[in-house]
């Protein structure tokens, strides 16, 4: 069964706040930086990633099983829990398979946001060496030739 897509909603934070609001799910990586809004999502969106303590009915939500959340840094937003900025970042810098587009373009906003800087990220070391290997690349994200 699949839930609803991101087009039947006016914004991704009502999308979801429909799917995941209010249910013991965290949202992780492209799906938690769409809800921090760093960055914008893309057009008929129809995945969300979740930490969760169990895998649910929709075919369209990927479930990262946890035994709990306890070492997971989230914050609520309204009534959908979402992986804090330094959780989401540590998380995506630390898998192989992620989605390099949306990393980059939050990188670049988090950058531009914060006066020109990364030194807010409480990066865990283990994952620094990514991090300064692609740092540059966010910053010149929107950079025209």
């Not at 799906?31 to 969300?48: C, D, P, R």
Request: net charge negative; hydrophobic share 40%; aromatic share 14%.
């Amino acid at each position: 069964m699949f839930s609803a897509i991101s087009n039947e909603f006016i914004t991704i934070r009502d999308w979801h706040r429909a799917v995941v609001g209010g249910k013991e799910l965290i949202l992780r990586n492209t799906s938690a930086l769409e809800h921090l809004q760093l960055f914008v999502g893309y057009v008929h969106e129809t995945q969300i990633d979740v930490y969760a303590k169990e895998k649910g009915n929709f075919d369209n939500v990927n479930y990262y099983i946890v035994n709990n959340f306890k070492n997971i840094e989230y914050i609520r937003i309204q009534n959908v829990l979402c992986t804090s900025i330094n959780q989401t970042f540590n998380d995506m810098l630390s898998q192989d398979d992620v989605d390099e587009q949306s990393l980059l373009e939050a990188l670049n906003s988090y950058y531009f946001t914060h006066g020109k800087t990364f030194s807010g990220l409480n990066l865990i070391p283990r994952n620094l060496a990514r991090f300064n290997d692609i740092k540059q690349m966010a910053i010149e994200y929107y950079k025209e030739d």
